[in-house]
């Protein structure tokens, strides 16, 4: 079993800067690929990242590419997505993932074994 908790989340301007960091739990988060999601009000959850087990593999979303950076320190067992460059449209609750399986299909919410409780970003204009 793995717990994750994010932090991090909060109100910025348009055009700010955010840190997420998401703390895992358990001996195994090392084996595990890692994800960053996020759903707005009436929205479905997306995809916004996704990190290998080794940290040396990353995909992002389009919408995110070149503005968000997703990374891991598995000694903390701790996985980060720094937000640059924020617009209103990234504000949404952000929820962190475990994969146990590093599955290829990593931008379905289905492919992921445990889930945060998320934190809130929201993007003034």
């Known amino acids: 079993q793995v717990q994750l908790v994010e932090s991090g989340g909060g109100l910025v301007q348009t055009g700010g800067s955010l840190r997420l960091s998401c703390a895992a739990s358990?001996?195994?988060?090392?084996?595990?690929?890692m994800g960053w999601f996020r759903q707005a009000p009436g929205k479905e959850r997306e995809f916004v990242a996704h990190i290998r087990w080794t940290g040396r593999v990353k995909y992002y979303s389009d919408s995110v590419k070149g503005r968000f950076t997703i990374s891991r320190d598995n000694a903390k067992n701790t996985v980060y997505l720094q937000m640059n460059s924020l617009k209103p449209e990234d504000t949404a609750v952000y929820y962190c993932?475990?994969?146990?399986?590093?599955?290829?299909?990593?931008?379905?919410?289905?492919?992921?074994?445990?889930w945060g409780q998320g934190t809130q970003v929201t993007v003034s204009s």
């Open positions: 358990g001996r195994t988060f090392s084996s595990y690929a």
């Open positions: 993932a475990a994969d146990r399986h590093n599955s290829i299909s990593y931008y379905y919410t289905e492919e992921y074994d445990y």
